[in-house]
């Protein structure tokens, strides 16, 4: 017997889902944070670099010219922070994106042929992940220099196995089900399978996963930054703005403050959306 749902009840469902405290404040932290680096060409033409000694280190609110502070060379910070969330920001979505694709196709195919792909992929998983992360970081960087490129290219190969095992299991669960046990036996063929009926079933926990480890990579991109590891220290980013205020943190606390703030929220925001995606795309998982 099918069940009908009203018209009512589907508003009434959808004003819960997108009224929730989660997607509110996730949707506000991570659009503001999106939208003020997306139009920082337009609101900070000169990228945050124009210096000014006489203005050097003034503290947050004490000018409308420099509404949360200056650094050591009289820089705004403010508009350092905007500018360098371009940093941050791409190397989060750029190496999620990347490794996903490369994870996901790994994944299909070690979950739905198994047999000797299936032992070559995860065999060579386990053993990048016993390899620890920050030690993998150093190797790799000292020998191919940082940059962003090879910031993304690090993080697409040290989290692709993420993505793959995630794939794998989700194939191995359907590949048992009825509806793909019958459209082999319609003679559907592989590729043909994959696309139309395995794919759309692993996308939910896959959007999931991405989304949380947008936040993640943000996370790790500015820790190398800090110590070195990361993207060129003459370009304004999150981490390197924190390494270079920790030794003014007595004297002038919001050079590291203020893109310490703002690496919190835009991770704030992102892990908060990635909840609510879990809740609404795997309603089982909810407690």
């Given at each position: 017997?099918?069940?009908?749902?009203?018209?009512?009840?589907?508003?009434?469902?959808?004003?819960?889902?997108?009224?929730?405290?989660?997607?509110?404040?996730?949707?506000?932290?991570?659009?503001?944070?999106?939208?003020?680096?997306?139009?920082?060409?337009f609101l900070f033409p000169d990228g945050g670099e124009s210096m000014d000694l006489g203005s050097r280190l003034i503290a947050p609110?004490?000018?409308?010219?420099?509404?949360?502070?200056?650094?050591?060379?009289?820089?705004?910070?403010?508009?350092?922070?905007?500018?360098?969330?371009?940093?941050?920001?791409?190397?989060?979505?750029?190496?999620?994106?990347?490794?996903?694709?490369?994870?996901?196709?790994?994944?299909?195919?070690?979950?739905?042929?198994?047999?000797?792909?299936?032992?070559?992929?995860?065999?060579?998983?386990?053993?990048?992940?016993?390899?620890?992360f920050i030690l993998v970081a150093i190797t790799f960087i000292s020998i191919l220099g940082g940059g962003l490129t090879n910031v993304?290219?690090?993080?697409?190969?040290?989290?692709?196995?993420?993505?793959?095992?995630?794939?794998?299991?989700?194939?191995?669960?359907?590949?048992?089900?009825?509806?793909?046990?019958?459209?082999?036996?319609?003679?559907?063929?592989?590729?043909?399978?994959?696309?139309?009926?395995?794919?759309?079933?692993?996308?939910?926990?896959?959007?999931?996963?991405?989304?949380?480890?947008?936040?993640?990579?943000?996370?790790?991109?500015?820790?190398?930054?800090?110590?070195?590891?990361?993207?060129?220290?003459?370009?304004?980013?999150?981490?390197?703005?924190?390494?270079?205020?920790?030794?003014?943190?007595?004297?002038?606390?919001?050079?590291?403050?203020?893109?310490?703030?703002?690496?919190?929220?835009?991770?704030?925001g992102l892990n908060l959306l990635g909840d609510w995606l879990r809740d609404r795309l795997d309603p089982t998982g909810k407690v």
């Amino acid at each position: 017997m099918t069940t009908t749902v009203s018209p009512a009840a589907k508003v009434v469902s959808r004003r819960r889902n997108y009224g929730s405290l989660e997607f509110i404040l996730g949707a506000s932290l991570s659009g503001i944070v999106i939208l003020a680096v997306l139009l920082s060409g337009f609101l900070f033409p000169d990228g945050g670099e124009s210096m000014d000694l006489g203005s050097r280190l003034i503290a947050p609110f004490q000018s409308w010219d420099h509404i949360f502070g200056t650094d050591p060379l009289g820089r705004d910070v403010l508009a350092r922070v905007v500018v360098g969330g371009k940093i941050s920001l791409t190397v989060g979505f750029a190496s999620v994106i990347a490794g996903a694709l490369l994870g996901t196709v790994m994944g299909l195919i070690s979950g739905y042929y198994r047999g000797f792909w299936d032992m070559i992929v995860m065999r060579f998983a386990d053993v990048q992940l016993a390899l620890p992360f920050i030690l993998v970081a150093i190797t790799f960087i000292s020998i191919l220099g940082g940059g962003l490129t090879n910031v993304i290219f690090f993080m697409v190969i040290s989290q692709w196995v993420q993505y793959a095992r995630l794939i794998r299991g989700q194939v191995l669960a359907l590949r048992e089900r009825e509806f793909i046990q019958a459209a082999r036996a319609f003679g559907v063929r592989d590729l043909a399978m994959i696309r139309h009926h395995v794919l759309p079933n692993v996308i939910g926990p896959l959007i999931i996963l991405m989304t949380l480890n947008v936040a993640n990579n943000i996370l790790l991109e500015s820790s190398l930054t800090f110590l070195g590891l990361g993207v060129d220290p003459m370009i304004p980013s999150w981490g390197g703005m924190l390494a270079d205020g920790r030794t003014y943190l007595q004297d002038a606390w919001w050079v590291s403050v203020v893109p310490g703030l703002a690496i919190m929220l835009t991770v704030l925001g992102l892990n908060l959306l990635g909840d609510w995606l879990r809740d609404r795309l795997d309603p089982t998982g909810k407690v």
